[in-house]
């Protein structure tokens, strides 16, 4: 008779060789990940990303790509070769977070969607497009004069500026609840 299952007998004990392996291994890992999540990084950490100067910082050409790094409680900008320019981060008053399209390829690009038959530069299109966040910035300068900067960064990125802004101490407004209203006085004066 053709047994299905072959039962094994195994004489080396509950905690055999491989099983022994197996369970330091596993207590190995855990140890390892407890170790990594109570190690905390310092607030004052360097974190920089690559980024595209719209407009807004003083001394900085516009339509620029850099790394926008923030050091030592200041938010920095700075093109290859230039001097740097620095926001401090006690001056920044708003964090706004937007989302930008931009179609990519240039003339080629362009070129390959009017010569697609039946219709086909549409599809290019939505192949053309590529998506990022917008970055804008409301600080306060020594005189006490309002500025805004707005940095062109890659999706997904702007959140993380954003949080790091934010973790130091800054209020971040969403733009949402800042619509102006109009008083009932001035409701009742536009009726009439």
Not at 87 to 111: C, N, T, W, Y
Not at 127 to 151: M, N, R
Not at 166 to 187: I, P
Request: with cysteine; charged share 20%; net charge positive.
């Amino acid at each position: 008779m053709h047994r299905l299952f072959v039962s094994r007998i195994d004489n080396s004990g509950c905690f055999g060789g491989h099983t022994l392996i197996g369970l330091w291994a596993v207590l190995y890992c855990f140890g390892i990940g407890a170790w990594a999540q109570s190690a905390s990084p310092a607030s004052n950490a360097a974190f920089s990303i690559r980024a595209t100067h719209l407009l807004g910082l003083p001394n900085t050409k516009n339509d620029c790509k850099g790394i926008l790094s923030i050091q030592n409680n200041k938010l920095q900008f700075q093109r290859s070769g230039k001097p740097v320019a620095a926001i401090d981060i006690a001056s920044i008053r708003h964090v706004f977070l937007g989302e930008e399209s931009m179609q990519v390829g240039g003339v080629p690009m362009k070129i390959g969607k009017v010569a697609a038959p039946y219709g086909g530069g549409r599809v290019v299109s939505v192949f053309a497009h590529k998506k990022y966040d917008t970055l804008t910035l409301e600080y306060v300068d020594v005189d006490g004069g309002v500025h805004g900067a707005i940095f062109l960064v890659a999706k997904g990125q702007g959140e993380l500026v954003r949080n790091e802004v934010v973790a130091r101490d800054v209020y971040s407004g969403s733009g949402d609840g800042q619509a102006t209203k109009q008083s009932t006085s001035e409701v009742t004066h536009e009726d009439k």
